[in-house]
């Protein structure tokens, strides 16, 4: 099984090259798909918000999102967002790398309602059209996102020992603080291919 590695760990001096197939999984709230598009560019691999498959108008699912979604694992070079539990399974068998923003629950329960708040007041535009709905929702709407993240916020307890079973050759890298982060993404190594680990 391979080492879980931390904020000091350079993935492409584990892999011998750098990854080509990356995931990102945290709970709600956590900055997924902020830390996705940074693992992009970071190591020039597309982007792909998994949110934007699965959201149609109207916030209903799409019927083509798990085709979709093996379209995607069947390319040779992505990143993208570890979620919806139709497709984990089919993520994790051509994953190389599974980064975890295992934050603390304040941090995200903070993350997520300055961002609920932004997009509302904002009326930013999501996916094909769906904006969030009014603020008065979280009061009547058992899974608006704010009350959502709450409820799952311990979902990924045990990822890793998780994963041991059901991924036993994927790398997973462990994140536990915003400055973790920070710290992980200056250890890697965007320019070059490193050599292994002796």
């Known amino acids: 099984m391979p080492p879980l590695l931390g904020p000091h760990d350079d993935v492409a001096q584990v892999l ?4 080509r197939r990356v995931l990102v999984a945290g709970t709600s709230g ?3 798909t902020t830390l996705a598009g940074r693992v992009g560019a970071l ?6 918000e998994i949110d934007a498959l699965h959201w149609g108008p109207g916030w209903t699912s799409r019927p083509q999102f798990a085709d979709d979604v093996r379209a995607l694992v069947a390319t040779d070079a992505w990143v993208t967002e570890w979620q919806y539990r139709e497709v984990r399974r089919l993520l994790l068998e051509r994953a ?12 995200v329960m903070r993350q ?14 999501l996916w094909n059209g769906n904006v969030e709905p009014p603020l008065w929702s979280v009061f009547g709407d058992a899974d608006h996102i704010v009350r959502w993240a709450w409820r799952t916020r311990r979902k990924l307890d045990g990822l890793d020992a998780r ?4 991924a036993p050759g994927l ?3 462990r994140l536990r603080s915003r400055h973790d982060v920070e710290r992980w993404l200056a250890t890697q190594a965007p320019d070059r291919d490193r050599a292994p680990r002796a």
């Not at 190389?96 to 941090?107: G, N, R």
């Not at 997520?112 to 535009?125: A, F, N, Q, S, Y």
């Not at 994963?163 to 059901?166: H, R």
Request: proline share 7%; hydrophobic share 50%; glycine share 6%.
């Open 16 to 19: 011998g090259r750098r990854p």
């Open 30 to 32: 956590s900055g997924k």
């Open 43 to 48: 190591w020039a691999l597309p982007h792909t």
């Open 96 to 107: 190389e790398v599974l980064v975890w923003l295992d934050l603390p629950t304040v941090v």
């Open 112 to 125: 997520v309602v300055v961002r609920t708040l932004r997009r509302r007041l904002g009326r930013i535009e």
């Open 163 to 166: 994963l041991a079973d059901v």
């Open 171 to 173: 790398l997973v890298v």
